[in-house]
């Protein structure tokens, strides 16, 4: 079974009519993954498809939204898989020489 086949079932078994250009979806896959993060590539695909339906695009609106997701994934400017400041690892010490209120439990 090939890429075009299975895209064929899933419609099928998801009951949905739709039409994807699969070499845009992997192209699009491949430059999120590289520039963004390894998961970026599933998840910018789904947001892809999330857009067009709520947009009713046609196939040329997909490319269109395809292209600004390309046009941020190229232009994103932190290194793939990198860490944001916000979940960046906390030494242990610094953790055990915080100061906690009754108000940071979560019991």
């Known amino acids: 079974m090939n890429l075009h086949d299975w895209i064929d079932e899933l419609c099928d078994v998801l009951d949905i009519e739709a039409e994807a250009d699969e070499g845009l979806l992997v192209d699009l896959s491949g430059i999120t993954r590289d520039n963004v993060h390894p998961a970026a ?49 906390v030494e242990f010490e610094e953790l055990a020489d915080a100061d906690y209120s009754d108000e940071d439990s979560l019991v």
């Open 41 to 89: 590539g599933v998840v910018t695909a789904f947001l892809l498809g999330i857009a067009a339906g709520e947009q009713g695009a046609d196939p040329d609106g997909v490319e269109r939204l395809a292209a600004k997701a390309q046009a941020l994934a190229e232009s994103w400017d932190r290194p793939a898989g990198a860490a944001s400041e916000e979940d960046e690892d």
